[in-house]
């Protein structure tokens, strides 16, 4: 079973209409699909029958579609909730992005805008305050709309000289903050005023003569950014 903290919330988006699925109706969904049961799920997230009820009927009203189908047993009982195709899909949304942010739990989250999309290349261009990134393209995306890069900490190298690639984003930045963290260091560099975080060892760090206010560059592939829609 996953296990999102409590402070995560995913927003959801259906035909125009979008609802903050917190992380007890998340939870609430995957039990559901667990035990094809109401019942067992609010008990399994320690909430009434009714309270899971309201949180089910709250999220079909606000996205007006269909989430969980209930049948009836006879005489014998032995009726269920599942969920729907449109239920399904919300907890798999919601389990794609889960399991975007358990990869990359020391990422750099920094918001943005796109401003440019290149379908034959499959890549598009994002724009953070004073600078300008390219990431592989999401085709639900569209020019204009808000976005969270994530850039692991361990996906970004450090340079005393650019390094022009076609396949990668080269940055110019100035440190900020240095801190021995186990054995590696971490290096907060200020790019165009984005701060970014990398994780170098201590041999690179000696042999780049690294110190706070030294200008060096970042880079980083355009296939380690991953973007979630705001």
Same mark, same amino acid.
Do not use: D
């Given at each position: 079973m996953a296990d999102v903290s409590a402070g995560v919330e995913y927003k959801i988006n259906v035909d125009g209409s979008s609802f903050l699925l917190d992380n007890k109706k998340y939870q609430l969904l995957e039990y559901i699909l667990d035990t094809g049961s $109401?019942? !067992? +799920? +609010?008990?399994? =997230?320690?909430?009434? %029958?009714r309270t899971a009820l309201n949180y =089910? !009927?709250? @999220? !079909?009203s606000t996205l007006n579609v269909k989430i969980v189908s209930t049948t009836k047993g006879g005489k014998g009982g032995g009726g269920g909730t599942t969920l729907t195709e449109e239920g399904y899909s919300i907890l798999k949304e919601c389990k794609k992005i889960n399991a975007i942010m358990e990869l990359h739990k020391d990422v750099n989250e920094i918001e943005a805008e796109i401003v440019d999309i290149n379908k034959v290349k499959g890549v598009m261009t994002i724009k953070m305050k004073d600078f300008q990134i390219n990431a592989p393209l999401n085709r639900k995306y569209e020019i204009g709309d808000k976005i969270l890069a994530l850039i692991s900490y361990d996906n970004i190298f450090l340079m005393l000289e650019p390094q022009t690639s076609s396949i990668r984003n080269i940055l110019k930045g100035k440190i900020v903050e240095m801190k021995l963290i186990g054995e590696i260091i971490r290096v907060k560099v200020n790019v165009g005023g984005v701060v970014v975080c990398s994780d170098i060892t201590v041999s690179a760090e000696k042999e780049l003569? $690294?110190? =706070?206010?030294?200008?060096? %560059? @970042?880079g980083f592939k355009a296939m380690s950014v991953a973007t979630l829609k705001l």
């Open positions: $109401l019942t !067992e +799920a +609010a008990k399994s =997230i320690s909430v009434s %029958y =089910i !009927e709250k @999220i !079909e003569n $690294l110190n =706070i206010g030294k200008e060096v %560059y @970042i």
